[in-house]
């Protein structure tokens, strides 16, 4: 015993939930309060109440690998660090950076106690919303092509149409990426009624929020953002039309139709 006593530095990567405070977990809220850092997108970080004698350190959207960097740098030195992410973590998200950071970085990183805590995902968020529409089996793609080739996508936008899915889009479209989500529907329609039900969700859970059902000849029509989750629906998935009320959209639990 050398009688020094090691501090084991601890990253805890906190889901922030889509929008609403009241999606944040009480075991979010506690990590939060917890850590002596803090690390994510300038935006996400700006949800999280400000506490006294805890650091702060927004980024931009676009550096994941140097912000997961920093943050183990930091907790790396006895501190106990969190890092937020909108929605869940591990869902297009920080945890697999932060993962990726500490499979090729120093060992000292795997001696750290790491934790995710998980959130609402938006595409539940959006789902909820609209209904039931994962209510039988579904996938979730990000048609960002930024960190994989678009002939991938189309494989697995394939796949998924003809195998059944639901299908959730997250990262549907930006400036850099104008086209994308255009040209997913077009793909989508060599395997899918016209009349297939779209949900738009957007800014869900935030005070701008809008919720949009339409239809897959339509979806190409219908404006997107990168706050925009998309849900297209499967052979199986239905709307209710309600007098009054916004439509229910539903995936029944049962499904029947065998897709060539
Ligand atoms: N980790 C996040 C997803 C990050 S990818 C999560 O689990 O939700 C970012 C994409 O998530 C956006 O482009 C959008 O498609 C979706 N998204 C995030 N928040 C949203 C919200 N409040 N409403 C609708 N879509 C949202």
């Known amino acids: 015993m050398s009688g020094r006593l090691t501090i084991i ?5 906190v889901g922030l939930g889509p929008g609403d405070d009241r999606y944040i977990t009480p075991e979010a809220r506690e990590a939060l309060e917890a850590a002596e850092a803090l690390y994510g997108y300038g935006p996400y970080l700006d949800r999280v109440p400000k506490r006294n004698g805890q650091a702060r ?3 931009g959207n676009r550096v994941e690998g140097t912000r997961a960097q920093a943050a183990l740098r930091h907790a790396e030195n006895g501190v106990h ?3 937020v992410s909108g929605g869940d973590p591990g869902v297009f998200a920080m945890a697999a950076a932060v993962c990726g950071e500490i499979e090729l970085g120093p060992e000292a990183w795997r001696a750290l106690e790491i934790s995710v805590v998980p959130g609402i995902t938006a595409m539940l968020a959006v789902a909820a919303r609209a ?3 994962l209510g039988h089996d579904f ?3 990000s048609l960002s092509d930024n960190l994989k080739p678009w ?3 189309e494989r697995r936008l394939d796949a998924a149409a003809s195998g059944g899915f639901v299908i959730a889009f997250y990262n549907p479209i930006s400036k850099a990426r104008p086209w994308q989500l255009g040209q997913a529907f077009t793909r989508l329609g060599r395997h899918l009624a016209p009349d297939t039900p779209v949900v738009f969700g957007r800014a869900v859970g935030r005070p701008d929020e809008t919720m949009i059902i339409t239809t897959l000849d339509e979806a ?3 404006p997107a953002d990168m706050a925009t989750l998309v849900i297209v629906g499967s052979p199986e998935t239905r709307v209710i039309a309600r007098s009054g009320k916004a439509p229910l959209v539903y995936t029944p639990r049962e499904a029947a139709v065998v897709s060539a």
């Open 81 to 83: 660090v969190a890092m």
């Open 151 to 153: 002939k991938l996508i």
């Open 220 to 222: 190409g029509d219908t």
């Open 57 to 59: 350190n927004p980024s």
């Open 139 to 141: 996938c979730a793609i």
């Open 9 to 13: 530095g601890r990253l805890t990567i």
């Open 131 to 133: 209904g039931a529409p």
